[in-house]
């Protein structure tokens, strides 16, 4: 059935055709493609709107169609996307009568529905990718509960914390991630079909037995709207880009980490290259690699964007160049998520480097201030100025942390004009102590193995309970 034949002299150039054709992407519709014109003839049928012989012969043709699979289509140029390609399946199967399945639809409305079928079996298949990323992570945040490490701010040392709080900030931001396109979906599983071309049809169509039939959870109520919107398009891909952009801090993090400098981590062998030149290297390219892939999506969420501002009400051929956006960006998030969740599996932490560094450089300040604080029952403030100053001379004076004592921060305080706090050199110990950071941090949201514990075993909870929510 070539469509052009009744309005056009002439066939479009096959460069025009190639130009303009969808097909290249419309492969990501087929079987939605199949389903909707399914469910809009069986609905055709139920209401009467066409003969019931027809119809059954048009179903008979596309239960053939979704057995065959995409490659039983017969693509030449004059076919313009998967709709026509579908029906000309159909049209060779049973005849002209094929054309009785375009009652009362158009391939606008078509192709929105097509769009959003497809695009919810994605979604879930990337929120369950996220939901093993993050048991993953869990489980590796329960071996290390007790492993000290030192948190930063400004990438300069800040406060002890331990691998596992470190994993599990992670975790709730892939949690977060999950969430996000969890509130999408409920815009995206919306039903366009019956729209039409814009302005819906004469035919008596029942929308609700199409949006029951396919599974939707309402229609879209406008029909100008439903053949028209894109923005569960660009809302999808706002939230694959925030993904990847937290799966790219965590890639960032492993480079970081798996240098000598750091000397944190080591990342599995089959997850890092060698240099051609230099027999020692060992290099994080696949944390590298997602890195830089991960601004792909950033690309398409802005290709996106910038299609759909500037085109009026309703359906607009551009429309059509926003799609191959979507699918791009859905395969390489899943790509970056699949890659990042097998190479953290083979990432070792070197427990011993953790400790030294959460030792070191005066990580556990703040603990001496706060126990000035605590004895003494003065302003934070002053004490923040009083241990400043002795991390300060002690960097002058090339001090290890065990090196101070009472009389040292007696010395300093008195030279502020403040007078002695003869604090008890144990409870100093104790205070610059990385491990006693950690374990006295006990509240809500804390990096002490207690508080972290109870952090694993809620997210834990949210994992199971939503991955037996997913049947798919
Ligand atoms: N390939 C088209 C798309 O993706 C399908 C709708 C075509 N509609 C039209 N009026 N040419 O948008």
């Keep these: 059935m070539n469509i052009r034949k009744g309005r056009l002299a002439k066939s479009m150039t096959s460069d025009a055709a190639e130009f303009s054709s969808s097909l290249e992407f419309d492969r990501y519709i087929f079987e939605a493609d199949v389903k909707c014109n399914f469910a809009h003839t069986l609905m055709l049928k139920e209401e009467n709107i066409i003969d019931g012989e027809i119809a059954d012969k048009i179903l008979g043709a596309l239960t053939k169609l979704r057995e065959s699979g995409f490659d039983a289509l017969e693509f030449d140029y004059s076919v313009e996307d998967i709709h026509m390609a579908v029906e000309n399946y159909v049209t060779g199967m049973i005849g002209p009568d094929a054309g009785f399945m375009h009652t009362g639809k158009s391939r606008n409305d078509q192709v929105a529905t097509d769009i959003r079928l497809a695009l919810r079996v994605k979604i879930i298949e990337i929120q369950i990718a996220i939901l093993d990323f993050i048991k993953n992570i869990i489980e590796m945040a329960k071996k290390h509960t007790e492993t000290i490490f030192v948190g930063y701010t400004h990438l300069q040392h800040a406060q002890p914390i331990t691998f596992a709080h470190h994993l599990m900030a992670y975790a709730q931001s892939l949690k977060r991630d999950y969430n996000r396109l969890y509130d999408t979906y409920k815009r995206v599983n919306l039903n366009p079909l019956g729209s039409g071309a814009l302005a819906t049809t004469t035919f008596p169509i029942n929308r609700e037995l199409t949006t029951k039939l396919l599974g939707f959870d309402d229609i879209l109520e406008n029909s100008m709207d439903g053949v028209s919107s894109r923005d569960f398009i660009a809302e999808t ?18 480079v970081l980490w798996s240098s000598y400098e750091f000397g944190l981590i080591q990342i599995g062998d089959d997850f890092s290259s060698t240099s051609s030149i230099m027999p020692q290297k060992k290099n994080p390219d696949i944390a590298e690699i997602a890195r830089a892939k991960s601004t792909r999506n950033n690309g398409e969420l802005i290709n996106i964007l910038t299609i759909l501002k500037a085109i009026p009400f309703t359906y607009n051929r551009d429309l059509q160049e926003i799609t191959p956006h979507l699918w791009n960006s859905i395969e390489n998030s899943y790509s970056i998520l699949k890659i990042m969740n097998d ?50 001379e002690a960097v002058e004076n090339d001090l290890a942390i065990e090196e101070i004592n009472t009389e040292f921060i007696d010395k300093i305080a008195i030279d502020l004009d403040i007078e002695a706090l003869n604090l008890e050199n144990d409870l100093i110990q104790i205070a610059l102590d990385p491990v006693s950071n950690v374990t006295l941090r006990n509240v809500p949201g804390g990096p002490s193995p207690k508080m972290v514990e109870v952090a694993i075993k809620n997210l834990e909870d949210f994992v199971n309970g939503e991955l037996s929510k997913k049947d798919i």
Aim: charged share 25%; net charge negative.
């Design 237 to 254: 891909v706002f939230d694959l880009s925030m993904l990847t952009t937290t799966l790219a801090k965590i890639a960032e993090e492993m």
């Design 343 to 392: 190479m953290l599996q083979t990432v070792e932490f070197n427990e011993k480097r953790g400790l030294e560094l959460a030792g070191a450089n005066f990580a556990t300040a703040t603990d001496l201030a706060d126990l000035m604080v605590k004895e003494k029952n003065i302003p934070f403030r002053i004490a923040h100025k009083i241990v400043g100053r002795v991390v300060s």
